[in-house]
Nanobody, 120 residues
């Protein structure tokens, strides 16, 4: 069983910064793509940023230039540095990892979510 544990959410003023962290634990063969999603009240969950195991990244247009995703493969961790935060960034942020528990199969795992609230 794989677990993802997130940390780093909180309340911040508009224009401020936060750094989210997510670490995977458990038994697995390898972690493939990792990413951050968010879900605001009344809205669907959306991709914020993703990163492959070799470091290639992609970002949602709404956060390009303000957020940076990174990962530490040795720690099985992914991070999201958020800067110039806006009120519309307020949401629950979820970590997701595509984990291979063997050479022949992989599954999606999600963290429990961490609340980010940006006050204007």
């Amino acid at each position: 069983q794989v677990q993802l544990v997130e940390s780093g959410g909180g309340l911040v003023q508009a224009g401020g910064s936060l750094r989210l962290s997510c670490a995977a634990s458990g038994r697995f063969f390898t972690i493939n793509t990792m990413g951050w999603y968010r879900q605001a009240p009344g809205k669907q969950r959306e991709l914020v940023a993703g990163i492959t195991s070799d470091g290639r990244t992609n970002y949602a247009d709404a956060i390009k230039g303000r957020f940076t995703i990174s990962r530490d493969n040795a720690k099985n961790a992914v991070y999201l540095q958020m800067s110039s935060l806006k009120a519309e960034d307020t949401a629950v942020y979820f970590c997701k990892a595509v984990v291979s528990e063997s050479r022949w199969s992989s599954d999606d795992y999600w963290g429990q979510g961490t609340q980010v609230t940006v006050s204007s």
